[in-house]
């Protein structure tokens, strides 16, 4: 299974970017999936993630209103959309997905809870 992010880039602060992250080498329909990120010297923390069906999303409050998760189950990807970026959203952007889509809400923050992880899309807002 591999996840790969992509998207990621120089961007104003104020600007948009959207990322994506393809899943290959099984179907993901029934994953649960997940968006964290890192910057330097921080801990990776949770953005935030998105049922199998689309219809449940949940977010980091940091994120709230201005980020976006969606998902193509026919193109075995996710996607998320960043609108007014701030310096602080600078750090590597990284697709996280569960095997089977078990994961409890309550868990869904939490980086082990998640079996699969793409490769990381720097993301960079100027001030």
């Known amino acids: 299974v591999q996840l790969q992010a992509s998207g990621g880039g120089l961007v104003q602060a104020g600007g948009s970017l959207r990322l994506s992250c393809v899943v290959s080498g099984r179907t993901f329909s029934r994953s649960t999936m997940g968006w964290f990120r890192q910057a330097p010297g921080k801990e990776r923390e949770f953005v935030g993630a998105?049922?199998?069906?689309?219809?449940?999303?949940r977010y980091a409050d940091f994120v709230k209103g201005r980020f976006t998760i969606s998902r193509d189950n026919a193109k075995n990807t996710m996607y998320l959309q960043m609108n007014s970026l701030k310096p602080e959203d600078t750090a590597v952007y990284y697709c996280?997905?569960?095997?089977?889509?078990?994961?409890?809400?309550?868990?869904?923050?939490?980086?082990?809870?998640?079996?699969?992880w793409g490769q990381g899309t720097q993301v960079t807002v100027s001030s």
């Open positions: 996280a997905a569960d095997k089977f889509g078990a994961t409890i809400t309550s868990a869904l923050s939490t980086s082990r809870s998640y079996d699969y």
């Open positions: 998105i049922r199998w069906s689309g219809g449940s999303t």
